[in-house]
């Protein structure tokens, strides 16, 4: 379907409820495993058409958050969907209970049953009002970053805009442009700080309701963690201390001779060449066209995924005034297609959305055929290795993009995937201390971010940028807001990813073939039962 034809229409939550109520009341009363399989299709077709209004929604919201008719659907969703996800619990409530355990497995797989029960861990009518202010609140968050209305280089700039400027290889600019987009986080410092203090202390009433310590059990939960725990992580992120930063530390120190400087200073992270970092030869539209020479060429999948992608407008990546930040990838179940979000702005990061989230995009089109919504994706760590490792997959195309600053940029990107795993830890290890410690004030919890800081980015030093140097930087972590505890997935898929990269470089079709293969079955395996499936490590063990 081609998104520009798809009509939404606001599912009427009433007459949704009667017709899934009977349903479920029917599958309860089955009497063959077939009778069983049957309604359990027909509710999960209903469920999707709800969901998909629901990502339509979204995604015209993240178009323009000003579009009046978007803003109320906003509003609705906000509202409504604690009451579908209620819905939903039922269900998952009458197929634990079913007695046809073995035929659903036998189909449908452990994991499938593993999910099932990380929703009702993760879920309770006891929290559907504090759900809502969640949504309220983190819907705020997505304003405020997007009203960032910004006078630089004569003209109005959102914080997307001035990621272009702020790698320039002049000085000058670089610096005012850092001190631009800091302004506006230290003049909406209070907000910032007053939407998380809420969202912290929302979080730990519902884990309180829900009969746990604090919001971290939960949390783990709401990731559908069926294989790991938060013992685990802290041990991989004492595995990334002791490998990385070293690293790092090493990346740091090249940079600053290739571009001249003593030591790298936060003013100087985004510069990695003195004479310029790599450029884009062409504009929004023809970094597209070259996406498709370069699917085209890379597989008979890849070809047909992005002819699929292009030929329905599933792409609105061009950057405007009151669009959402960021980028992302998501699924639009009925139609059984994907759809990427971006914001071009003539950085690097363009190429970004075309292979990380068109990682995600391959991934949801070559799994698309499975039915079960559940599983039709996997849980967010295995996701984010099908984009990261698209990344490295893309490699051999980059000349299309940069022509001769191709080695710039992979430089660039190799280093910046070392240069993150400390900080992906990082983010991960801030969030366990905030909601072990949900009093915590907004002074203290910049204090934590900031000596947190200092261990996993020994390096980050901010000069005269005062907000920044108390512990601010995360206002801009989107996720830390909107996604809590999902940072370390990132973490997990980078070392997957780097270790794929390797293997490419000794048997790029062997590697392919592990990555096809890891993408077509969805979420039909854990996170580290599909590690393991594939050949890779265990990152929980051995980096």
Not at 209 to 221: Q, T
Not at 371 to 397: A, G, N, Q, R
Not at 438 to 448: D, G, L
Not at 500 to 505: G, I, P, R
């Amino acid at each position: 379907m081609d998104f520009n034809k798809i009509i939404y229409t606001r599912p009427d939550y009433d007459t949704y409820k009667e017709n899934i109520t009977l349903y479920i009341s029917e599958l309860k009363n089955t009497r063959t495993f077939e009778e069983f399989d049957n309604l359990f299709n027909k509710i999960n077709k209903l469920r999707d058409k709800v969901q998909t209004m629901k990502v339509y929604s979204e995604i015209r919201y993240s178009i323009n958050t000003k579009d009046s008719f978007y803003e109320k659907e906003n509003v609705y969703w906000d509202e409504k969907s604690p009451l579908y996800d209620s819905l939903d619990n039922i269900f998952y409530r009458a197929v634990l209970g079913s007695t046809y355990k073995i035929n659903i497995i036998e189909k449908y797989g452990q994991q499938y049953y593993r999910l099932l029960n990380c929703r009702l861990k993760s879920f309770s009518d006891k929290i559907i009002y504090l759900l809502q202010k969640e949504n309220i609140l983190m819907s705020q968050y997505t304003r405020l970053l997007a009203s960032a209305k910004i006078l630089f280089d004569n003209k109005i700039c959102n914080l997307s805009d001035l990621s272009i400027y702020m790698s320039s290889n002049d000085e000058k600019i670089r610096r005012s442009s850092i001190k631009a987009h800091t302004s506006f986080f230290e003049e909406n410092e209070d907000k910032f700080d007053s939407i998380f203090d809420q969202l912290v202390k929302i979080r730990h009433e519902m884990a309180k309701r829900m009969g746990y310590e604090n919001f971290i059990e939960l949390a783990y939960y709401r990731m559908d963690r069926t294989d790991y725990n938060p013992k685990m992580v802290d041990q991989l992120r004492k595995n990334v201390r002791e490998t990385y930063i070293s690293q790092v530390n090493k990346i740091y120190k090249n940079q600053a001779k290739r571009i001249g400087v003593d030591k790298i200073s936060y003013y100087d992270e985004k510069l990695d060449f003195l004479e310029g970092n790599a450029k884009l030869v062409g504009d929004g539209n023809y970094i597209i066209e070259q996406g498709k020479i370069m699917y085209s060429q890379m597989s008979n999948e890849s070809k047909e995924f992005y002819d699929f992608l292009t030929n329905n407008n599933l792409f609105d990546v061009e950057a405007r005034e009151s669009k959402a930040m960021g980028g992302y990838c998501t699924f639009l179940n009925s139609y059984r297609e994907p759809f990427i979000f971006g914001n071009f702005n003539g950085s690097v990061d363009d190429i970004d959305v075309l292979t990380h989230e068109a990682g995600h995009a391959l991934q949801m089109y070559l799994s698309r055929e499975i039915k079960v919504p559940e599983l039709l994706f996997p849980t967010l760590d295995t996701c984010e290795i099908h984009s990261m490792s698209m990344e490295f997959f893309t490699y051999p195309w980059m000349k299309l993009f940069f022509g001769e600053d191709e080695e710039k940029y992979k430089t660039y990107h190799y280093e910046s995937a070392i240069k993150f795993l400390p900080y992906g830890c990082l983010v991960d290890h801030f969030q366990h201390e905030i909601y072990k410690n949900p009093n915590m004030s907004p002074v203290q919890r910049k204090n934590k971010w900031r000596e947190l800081e200092k261990i996993y980015m020994p390096n980050r030093d901010y000069q005269d940028l005062d907000l920044l140097d108390r512990g601010g930087y995360w206002f801009r972590q989107g996720h830390i807001y909107k996604d809590p505890f999902y940072y370390i997935d990132y973490v997990l898929a980078q070392l997957c990813a780097l270790e794929l990269y390797e293997l490419m470089q000794v048997d790029y079709k062997k590697a392919w073939s592990i990555y096809i293969k890891m993408c077509k079955v969805g979420g039909e395996y854990s996170f580290i039962e599909l590690v393991e499936n594939s050949g890779l490590k265990n990152p929980f063990k051995e980096i």
